[in-house]
């Protein structure tokens, strides 16, 4: 079992920034691609950015691509999403979650473990 813990997110203005952290818990955080995904009201839950366990390997959903920083630090069971230059459809409840799948997978089926969410909210 993992169980993740998301901080970081808040309210900004169009242009800002923000960082969200997801710490785990439970089995070898190395073992574990890592993602984020988000959700905004009345939409699905999308993937948004993806790390290999080595964070050797990133991928991004392409609404984000050149905006969003996905980053990893196995030492400290942590990963992070850096966020600049934020726009109002950005706003959604983000997700940080673990996958043993082998490969940064775009499809929630393959993500075995989830965090409660953190609201970002980006006013124009």
């Known amino acids: 079992q993992v169980q993740l813990v998301e901080s970081g997110g808040g309210e900004v203005q169009a242009g800002g920034s923000l960082r969200l952290s997801c710490v785990a818990s439970g089995r070898a955080f190395s073992s574990y691609e890592m993602g984020w995904f988000r959700q905004a009201p009345g939409n699905d839950r999308e993937f948004v950015a993806g790390i290999s366990r080595s964070g050797g390997t990133l991928y991004y959903a392409d609404s984000v691509k050149g905006r969003f920083t996905i980053s990893r630090d196995n030492a400290k069971n942590t990963d992070y999403l850096e966020m600049n230059t934020l726009k109002p459809e950005d706003t959604a409840v983000y997700y940080c979650?673990?996958?043993?799948?082998?490969?940064?997978?775009?499809?929630?089926?393959?993500?075995?473990?989830w965090g409660q969410g953190t609201q970002v909210t980006v006013s124009s």
């Open positions: 979650a673990a996958s043993g799948a082998g490969f940064i997978a775009t499809a929630e089926r393959w993500w075995q473990y």
